[in-house]
């Protein structure tokens, strides 16, 4: 079992606990934004999604499936609860199994560009892309006065009952 | 390297605070006292708070305080300091990483226990989630952020090509 299960289960839940709370909020609410970040709450969404479509497509070596998250198709937000389930039991079983970190991995991205590149920075820049983009969610639902979720990996262990 | 999944993502964590640190010491002192809505505080507060928390984590896995307290709102520590700082307690989190058991519980405050695996998520996330306030706090201010992304640190560290 790889030492990554951790991070990854949280990382998991986070992504679930922000998409969760995404579709809890209107319309206009979706819309916002506050400057520095990356656009709109449902534009960051997306790419949150979208991008750990990518980054499980690397790892399993195949491209994403047709009903995946995308930037450029992906405008209504219904299919993003189940498309992230589907990516936290992906990623939950590939912790569990033995990770050969100097594996070479194929990437593709958003752009459509091929990168080559060994598993480790492919899943450092995977968890680091997850709390970035929770974090952009984060500074627009604060700049407009929404309260957002306790998603840090201690509000994920209290969840459950581990952090006492 | 290490040989460990989590080492790498301990390692860009650790480069990433070091690259913000080297990035805002080239920049007008000024700018440090600069905030965003929706962020944390001003960039200086925001990133004592990072600095600080990593300590804090460290001292919470390996009962040390490596270097001079930090906290966000106590004493005002040079960026030099918190680099210091940053790049022991940084260390010092591998190591634990490598050798401890991430099972082992630990105890936090007002008698709340968590394990080693959830405190090295919780680093993590910290600064990622922190450093994406600054860099949107910077953005915001019409500075380009330093790119702190897996990415970049494996380019710095001149074992990986890819690019965002």
């Known amino acids: 079992m790889s030492d990554l299960r951790i991070p990854i289960a949280y990382d998991n839940w986070a992504t679930e606990t922000l998409v969760d709370f995404c579709l809890g909020l209107t319309s206009q609410q979706l819309e916002l934004t506050t400057p520095g970040t990356m656009g709109t709450v449902k534009a960051t969404l997306v790419h949150l999604v979208a991008a750990k479509e990518r980054y499980g497509a690397a790892l399993r070596g195949s491209p994403p499936p047709a009903e995946a998250i995308r930037e450029t198709t992906t405008t209504d937000l219904g299919p993003v609860k189940a498309r992230s389930k589907a990516l936290s039991c992906f990623f939950e079983e590939f912790a569990r199994g033995t990770i050969d970190l100097d594996a070479t991995v194929e990437r593709r991205a958003a752009d459509g560009a091929v990168q080559k590149m060994p598993m480790w920075v492919l899943l450092a820049q995977f968890l680091h892309h997850g709390d970035e983009h929770r974090a952009k969610l984060g500074l627009i639902f604060g700049a407009n006065g929404i309260e957002p979720p306790h998603y840090s990996a201690f509000n994920w262990a209290q969840s459950l009952g581990t952090l006492a | 390297m ?144 330093p790119p702190l992304s897996a990415w970049a640190y494996g380019r710095a560290a001149g074992i990986s090509e890819a690019e965002e």
Do not use: C, K
Not at chain 2, 30 to 54: D, K, M, N
């Open chain 2, 2 to 145: 290490g040989e460990r999944p989590l080492d790498h993502v301990l390692r860009h964590n650790t480069w990433a605070t070091g690259a913000l640190i080297e990035f805002l010491g080239g920049l007008d002192p000024a700018t440090h006292e600069s905030a965003s809505p929706g962020t944390y505080g001003t960039i200086e507060r925001t990133l004592q708070h990072i600095v600080g928390a990593q300590q804090w984590y460290t001292q919470l896995l390996t009962g040390e305080l490596i270097g001079p307290r930090v906290r966000r709102h106590g004493t005002r520590h040079t960026l030099d300091e918190l680099a210091l700082v940053a790049e022991a307690t940084g260390t010092r989190v591998v190591a634990v990483a490598e050798s401890d058991d991430h099972a082992r519980r630990i105890e936090l405050n007002r008698g709340r226990t968590s394990t080693v695996g959830v405190i090295l998520a919780q680093l993590v996330h910290h600064g990622n989630e922190h450093r994406t306030q600054i860099t949107t706090i910077l953005g915001s201010n019409g500075i380009e952020p």
